[in-house]
């Protein structure tokens, strides 16, 4: 038979330690209902769930709360004069001049950058990893170096509001990024 039910969601702001709870629509549910909240659904994520609708409110990065995905297209070029050319099936970019790629990567909320890798076509090309301020251009925090190829530990980096990673790698004629990731922990 058929339950009318009443979701109440109780929230809480991680920053203030403030709660409130807020009374959802009534909900008619045959068969079981499942609720689920937890840290594997990241910060504020909650899970409704019946035998045939799953809801679900999550965070991270496009819902990932471990990694954060860096494509090719997310490198720009380091010489105004110079492009990185594009594989036409978009697997990889390529050297093609003097310009060196480097990418941008925000931090989701509420979570924390440890370490990076970049994919590449030459192990010794090196990679260093920087955190700089949406309203600062001068300052750049080195947050460590390596190899293409090869993990980075990096300075674990809490996201802020105003802060981001940038990856700039020193590569030679002819090699290609294929892409990469960031590390991303819960705060």
């Known amino acids: 038979m058929p339950q009318r039910v009443f979701f109440v969601i109780l929230l809480v702001n991680l920053l203030t330690g403030l709660a409130f709870a807020q009374l959802t629509k009534n909900v008619i549910v045959e068969g079981s209902l499942e609720v689920v909240a937890g840290t594997q659904l990241g910060l504020g994520g909650i899970r409704f769930a ?11 990065w496009h819902g990932s709360f471990t ?3 860096i494509l090719p297209n997310d490198f720009l070029s380091t010489d105004p004069d110079d492009n990185l050319d594009m594989d ?16 941008n990567i925000a931090v989701p909320t509420g979570f ?3 370490a990076l890798m970049i994919y590449g076509s030459d192990s ?3 990679v260093d990893v920087y955190a700089n301020e949406i309203g600062d251009g001068t300052t750049a925090t080195n947050l460590g170096s390596g190899n293409v190829n090869t993990e980075i530990n990096i300075t674990d980096t809490a996201s802020t509001m105003t ?25």
């Open 112 to 114: 924390m950058a440890t």
């Open 88 to 103: 036409t099936q978009g697997r990889y970019i390529m050297e093609t001049g003097t310009a060196f790629p480097v990418a």
């Open 163 to 187: 802060n981001y990673i940038s990856v700039y790698v020193n590569w030679g004629s002819s090699d290609r990024i294929y892409g990469g990731y960031v590390t991303i922990v819960e705060q």
């Open 67 to 69: 990694r954060i995905k």
């Open 50 to 60: 019946d035998s045939t609708t799953q809801l679900t409110a999550a965070g991270g």
């Open 124 to 126: 010794g090309n090196s």
